[in-house]
């Protein structure tokens, strides 16, 4: 019995998978290994091709049953015939604790520094840590593209739901991370690939790491802040009598000031640049590199303009203050050095631990082709996804309040620009430490910053539309161009 229209229709309703809303049908299902249990779990790769010819892959890890399992029905993928283990019940296995243990034997099997094969599945370690074979399985439920299953308090199995050729950045970020002794992230533990029917490069399918239990979100931390702020300002604003505080002082005062933990981030985000500039590759930009970064920008403009111009008229009035702040960026007599970055940063992608600050999915930007995403590029592509990240934070918390706020609405945004700026002075402080930021650093940061606001508001018009005036206020804000909405 085929197994495509299970998968098909199961594909359909899985959140990670990236082809929702568009024709398209199951066109191989390619067994990568089989590992023994109970349950038997089997790895498979699913092709997905769409009408225009594309093709995407993505991997189904599998518990097979030979009765069903009521406590696991959610994740039924379906009854049917299996060539190799007969009649079974078949269930996306990271659902399901049984087939997770499994899974973490077949890691724990393997010695440090060594590998060990199972089919065509080949598991890699590297740290000196003995895996907890006997705690349970814990799925995380909020991730939109791969999943995440946590072990205990010990480790974290991160299984890659659309996979390509060649190795996966997280992992290979994560492995130089480790082996230099970086405190900002996670240590990581081992991975799998599968070689087996590849003509090109192994596909990386998942990997383990330390499980950071105590972590906070540093998303979180910061909309606590600008939230305890907002709620506490009009006390603040007069103290005492006679005493009038200007916004950046009552941000100061309150227990919404995230100053010093942003500045740590800073700090943290620099040194992890600096080992990833000594790992891997980088390669020195002259002026006509300089001037191809403009151009991308100016193209990814052009096409925002075009394709959300019924969605959002008003971004084509921003448009040639735009060009300018690009433009500038021609116009720098400067080498750069580009090296690897995390290429998709900002603040939901940072934890915060007890000591210091932890960095997490070194995956890059998931629209961009896996071979662009491994290239050498701009830091300051990072630093400007961080900063737009606490404008983000400010004015979000800002929206929450705003409802009912009437002629206080004017007071609430002054103080949340407060609290951006305060948060976004502090995080350069702490990246750029004793090194004074130099006029081109500023042109490139102010022009990464406007190409990622540019980005922004074509999510957001196409997601949220509610949301679009957040990126076209930064606009205004970064152009000068007065137009915010």
Known sequence: MSRHPLMTAYLDRARWFGGKGRDHRVTDVRRVATLPGPPAVTID?????????????????LAHYPEPQERITHALVGPHTDDALGSVHSYD???????????????????????????????????????????????????????????????LLKVFRK??????????????????GSPHVAALYGWAETDEGTSAEP?????????????????????????????????????????????????????????????????????????LRDHFPTTRWGAADVAAIADGMDARLEAQV???????????????????????????????????????????????????????????EPAKPLAERVLPDSPWRDVAGMLRSFDYAARSVERDFADGAGEDAAVLSSRASAWAERNRAAFLAGYAGSTALTDSDRVLLAAYEADKAVYEIG??????????????AALARLTGSGEDT
Do not use: C
């Open 45 to 61: 790769i699913v092709t997905v091709r769409y009408p225009d010819g594309s093709e995407e892959l993505y991997q189904l890890p």
């Open 93 to 155: 296995a990271v659902h399901d604790r049984e087939a997770m243990a499994v899974y973490l034997r077949a890691f724990a099997a393997t010695a440090p520094e060594d590998t060990s094969r199972v089919g065509g599945l080949v598991f890699h370690r590297i740290a000196e840590h003995e895996l907890d074979t006997e705690t349970h399985s814990t799925l995380f439920s909020g991730e939109q593209s791969n999943s995440s299953v946590a072990f205990g308090d010990d480790s």
């Open 163 to 180: 996979v390509t050729p060649g190795s996966n950045p997280d992992i290979e970020v994560h492995r130089e991370l480790t082996r230099a």
């Open 203 to 275: 596909i990386d399918l998942a990997m383990i790491q330390q499980f950071l239990r105590t972590a906070s979100d540093g998303w979180d931390l910061a909309l606590a802040g600008v939230r305890t702020l907002l709620a506490e300002a009009d006390e603040l604003a007069e103290p005492r009598p006679g005493e009038r505080l200007d916004d950046d002082e009552v941000v100061l005062r309150s227990g919404g000031d995230f100053a010093g933990e942003s500045e740590r981030l800073g700090t943290a985000v620099a040194e992890v640049h600096e080992v």
């Open 306 to 364: 075009r394709d959300l111009a019924a969605l959002v008229p008003t971004l084509a009035l921003h448009a040639p203050a735009l060009r300018d702040v690009f433009d500038a960026v021609r116009h720098l007599d400067v080498s750069l050095t580009a090296q690897r970055v995390h290429g998709d940063l900002h603040l939901g992608q940072t934890l915060r631990v007890v000591h210091n600050w932890k960095l997490v999915d070194f995956e890059g």
């Open 459 to 472: 999510y957001e018009a196409r997601n949220r539309p509610g949301w679009v005036d957040i990126p076209l």
